[in-house]
T-cell receptor, first 116, second 110 residues
Framework: EAQVTQNPRYLITVTGKKLTVTCSQN?????MSWYRQDPGLGLRQIYY???????DKGDVPEGYKVSRKEKRNFPLILESPSPNQTSLYFC???????????????FGPGTRLTVT | GQNIDQPTEMTATEGAIVQINCTYQ??????LFWYQQHAGEAPTFLSY????GLEEKGRFSSFLSRSKGYSYLLLKELQMKDSASYLC???????????FGRGTSLIVHP
């Protein structure tokens, strides 16, 4: 089954304790991205990746790191989490359909992070 | 940067038709997405418009006017399960990663 998986789905942690949220896709998509979603602010891009070893900052990258060592995985790293990073996080992967030029984007199920 | 505007909230009656508007300002427009998102769940893809005009998919249709920086999502024969947030997202500058508006919360009542 084609899917994007994220782990963990729920996490409660304390300020300053490093954490990693994993994201994996089995569709061989080149493009992957991380978003955070907060009430009243919508989905905001954190980082994105156009291919292996190619990553770039989105709109709200401060406090986050990513890596893309393999095509299928795109982990999000919080080196020193703070309470303002409490949010719902979504990973997504994208593919451009060659025949139509259309773009398809699939989201993971989300990770609800609470930093106390 | 990009500026994407949608109404915050709309209400409609079961069985009716509702139109959710989205306006955007961007350079190098490539395409516009609509997503549906139920509370606590991931967004699911509804449509992707690149060219001007109306595209119909069952009860949902999406319209785009590139010259006006305007799109709408039309939902017909509304059902209670259509109560959700509807997200407009714009792809521009050659990026494959869209930028999202804040979403429109649609409440369908009996």
């Amino acid at each position: 089954e084609a899917q994007v998986t994220q782990n963990p789905r729920y996490l409660i942690t304390v300020t300053g304790k490093k954490l990693t949220v994993t994201c994996s896709q089995n569709m061989n998509h080149e493009y992957m991205s991380w978003y955070r979603q907060d009430p009243g602010l919508g989905l905001r891009q954190i980082y994105y990746s156009m291919n292996v070893e190619v990553t770039d900052k989105g709109d709200v990258p401060e406090g986050y790191k990513v890596s893309r060592k393999e095509k299928r995985n795109f982990p999000l790293i919080l080196e020193s989490p703070s309470p303002n990073q409490t949010s719902l996080y979504f990973c997504a992967s994208s593919l451009q359909v060659p025949r139509t030029g259309s773009l398809e984007q699939y989201f993971g199920p989300g990770t609800r992070l609470t930093v106390t | 940067g990009q500026n994407i505007d949608q109404p915050t909230e709309m209400t409609a009656t079961e069985g009716a038709i509702v139109q959710i508007n989205c306006t955007y300002q961007t350079s190098g427009f490539n395409g516009l997405f609509w997503y549906q998102q139920h509370a606590g769940e991931a967004p699911t893809f509804l449509s992707y418009n690149v060219l001007d005009g109306l595209e119909e998919k069952g009860r949902f249709s999406s319209f785009l006017s590139r010259s006006k920086g305007y799109s709408y999502l039309l939902l017909k024969e509304l059902q209670m399960k259509d109560s959700a947030s509807y997200l407009c997202a714009v792809r521009s500058g050659g990026s494959y990663i869209p930028t999202f508006g804040r979403g429109t919360s649609l409440i369908v009542h009996p």
